[in-house]
Each structure stands twice: as structure tokens, then as C-alpha cells.
């Protein structure tokens, strides 16, 4: 499957920020997906993921209650919707895709088969 990403942007402060992630190929109904960043000088983390049928979703605990992952497999898109940003979720956001005949949720970058071009977000203090 391949992976487009797009809705970076600078943004203040306690702004909000849309990300999408179009999927192409393969339906993304049979993927589970996930979101990750890299702020530079760092590791590439862990944000948030999504089961293939988009019921069961998991937050790294610094997004939590402000980030939220959804998708739409009719449109074959998954999306991170995130508030209250702050200069610390400036990074490059990557999603990702797995292949998942079960419903579940990965953290683990090194689970997942498909990777999408970043997108950079940067939010000013």
C-alpha cells in the first residue's frame, strides 16, 4: 500500500492541526494504522494507532486528550485531528501501515510495512 500524508503546517501555540493519510493500492480496511513523529535530534515515537475496522484506538500518553485518530475506510484515509498543540509536538509526522487479520493496535514502528512520506508540523511559542 502507499501511504500519502498531508495537513502539516505552522501553527501557535494552542492551535489545531488536521492531518490526513490517503491510502493506495490496497483497501485500508485490511490495515491497521498509525501515526508517528520525530522531532529533530530524536527517535521516531509513537503517537497514536487505529485497528483496521477503526474501533480500537491507542495514545501515547503525551497526546492523550488532545490528539484524536480516526478513519475512514470508505475513503481509504486515516486522520489525527490535534489540539491544543504546543512546541513540543513540533516534529515530522509519518503514518503507517499494517497489515492486521485481527483487530488490534501497535506501537511498535518496527511492526509496521508501509511508511508515508512525512508531513512537518511546527507550532510556534
Known amino acids: 500500500v502507499q501511504l500519502q500524508a498531508s495537513g502539516g503546517g505552522l501553527v501557535q501555540a494552542g492551535g489545531s492541526l488536521r492531518l490526513s493519510c490517503a491510502a493506495s493500492g490496497r483497501p485500508s480496511s485490511v490495515y491497521a494504522m498509525g501515526w508517528f513523529r520525530q522531532a529533530s535530534g530524536k527517535e521516531r515515537e509513537f503517537v497514536a494507532a487505529i485497528s483496521r475496522s477503526g474501533g480500537i484506538t491507542d495514545y501515547a500518553d503525551s497526546v492523550k486528550g488532545r490528539f484524536t485518530i480516526s478513519k475512514d475506510n470508505a475513503k481509504n484515509t486515516v486522520y489525527l485531528q490535534m489540539n491544543s498543540l504546543g512546541p513540543e509536538d513540533t516534529a515530522v509526522y509519518c503514518c503507517?501501515?499494517?497489515?492486521?487479520?485481527?483487530?488490534?493496535?501497535?506501537?511498535?514502528?518496527?511492526?509496521?510495512?508501509?511508511w508515508g512520506q512525512g508531513t512537518q508540523v511546527t507550532v510556534s511559542s
Open positions: 503507517a501501515a499494517k497489515m492486521s487479520f485481527r483487530t488490534a493496535v501497535f506501537r511498535n514502528r518496527n511492526e509496521y510495512e508501509s
